[in-house]
């Protein structure tokens, strides 16, 4: 997530260079075979391009809603992980004798939260994160999960036990829900804690399974690819038309323009079709890029800051000394 005001506008032209520069070698060679060469024949009507050009905009349209949807969705689940999180902490510190009971909930929560963000930054096929200017783009941020192994993390809040069985299992957020499950029903037994709170800390954990249970549709099952796809085909197929529409409309101003663009007003398709081509080409690489919200891109919801922000609450409602205060980001982009 962006952490200042906006990206710049530089910043935003280098990120879509790759494009950028095949439009501008095409754009150049349609008009030079056209006024050049003389292949008059090289052009289509306006109203071709502008109807297919009508399309494009509705199906980019179409995806940018969707895909910040996506986004957004993410954003609300997180929030919610973060409210019932402090929920978790405050019952767990309330209602519980023991505690070091109370300690062992709210860290095994921790684990929890660990192993659900690491999982939830795994690669899958068909995220963009790996894409020659996402790539390039990460080198003005890190994603903690990529630089830190999760066995050296989740080692912090469980014991070597505990460790062990989550780091074998397949699914290791939901193993720390199991033993957080467990260990509900131990206290309940020993009677540290009473069976209304028991019950309450379980409908708690339910919630967390939900959440995760929609955190894990929105990385496992990408924007709809039919949708992804015939989007990018008729873009490519707008670059490609969309000179040929603007050299017939201004071969016609030819014969009304005097001075020295009189005869040469064709050769201004070359930065009209290139900032139009571009504007379409641009607007599908952002949806592209915003419809994974987990895979470590620069647009990402930060998950990694949200646990960071839970586990100073949570550790501070221990009242624990020496936990490190939540600081301004150093880095544009926060994760």
Known sequence: MLAGRSYKFAEFVLWTRRPLYALIAFNAAVVVLYQVVGLKWLTIPWGVAFMLGTTVALMAGFKSTQTY????EAQQIWASIAGM????????RD???DGKESQRLIYRHL??????RYQMRDSKAWETAKKASNAEYLKNYGVPEKERALEVEIAKYVSPE?????????????QVLGLQ????????????????????LQKILKEFQDLQAKSERIKNYPYPRQYAVINAIFVRILCFLLPLGIISELERLNQLVE?????????????????????????????ESSANPFEGGA???????????????LRQLLGESGVPLSSSPSRPIVM
């Open 69 to 72: 949807n996506r986004t957004w």
């Open 85 to 92: 999180s402090r929920l978790w902490g405050t019952v767990s």
């Open 95 to 97: 209602f519980l004798s």
């Open 111 to 116: 684990a929890w939260l660990t192993a659900l």
């Open 162 to 174: 505990e460790k062990s069985r989550i780091l074998i299992a397949n699914g290791k957020a939901t």
């Open 181 to 200: 499950s467990e260990a509900l029903k131990a206290t309940l037994d020993s009677g540290v804690i009473p069976a209304n709170v028991f019950f309450e």
């Open 259 to 287: 001075g020295v663009m009189a005869g040469h007003m064709v050769w201004l398709a070359i930065p009209l079709g290139v900032l139009i081509s571009w504007m379409y080409a641009a607007l599908d690489q952002v949806g």
């Open 299 to 313: 647009n990402d919801v930060p998950i990694s800051q949200i646990c960071n922000s839970i586990e100073i609450d």
